[in-house]
């Protein structure tokens, strides 16, 4: 079982920044992908952006050249920085982990999610 632990959410004006973490603990043997979603009121959740643990990224184009993404592998944790943040950024942000459990199959695992509101 993996835990996924997001904090860093809260409420920023207009072309203000944020950074999100999320911590991952349990019984794992890797967690070779992570990323962040997000979903806006009445619209479907969508992939952020997500990293390999080789380092390896990649962005929605909506966030490209404002958000980036970061991994920290000894500590399972990835991080969002999120600068000129626009209000149709406004969401709940989850954190997702692909992991590779001890018995070897893998298994997709989310946070329970940090709300980002943007707003003057």
């Known amino acids: 079982q993996v835990q996924l632990v997001e904090s860093g959410g809260g409420l920023v004006q207009p072309g203000g920044s944020l950074r999100l973490s999320c911590a991952a603990s349990?019984?794992?043997?890797?967690?070779?992908?992570m990323a962040w979603y997000r979903q806006a009121q009445g619209k479907e959740r969508e992939l952020v952006a997500r990293?390999?643990?080789?380092?390896?990224?990649e962005y929605a184009d909506s966030v490209k050249g404002r958000f980036t993404i970061s991994l920290d592998n000894a500590m399972n944790t990835v991080y969002l920085q999120m600068d000129s943040l626009k209000p149709e950024d406004a969401a709940d942000y989850y954190c997702n982990a692909n992991a590779i459990k001890l018995s070897g199959s893998a298994m997709d695992y989310w946070g329970k999610g940090t709300l980002v509101t943007v707003s003057s």
């Open positions: 349990g019984s794992f043997f890797r967690i070779p992908l």
């Open positions: 990293i390999s643990r080789v380092g390896r990224t």
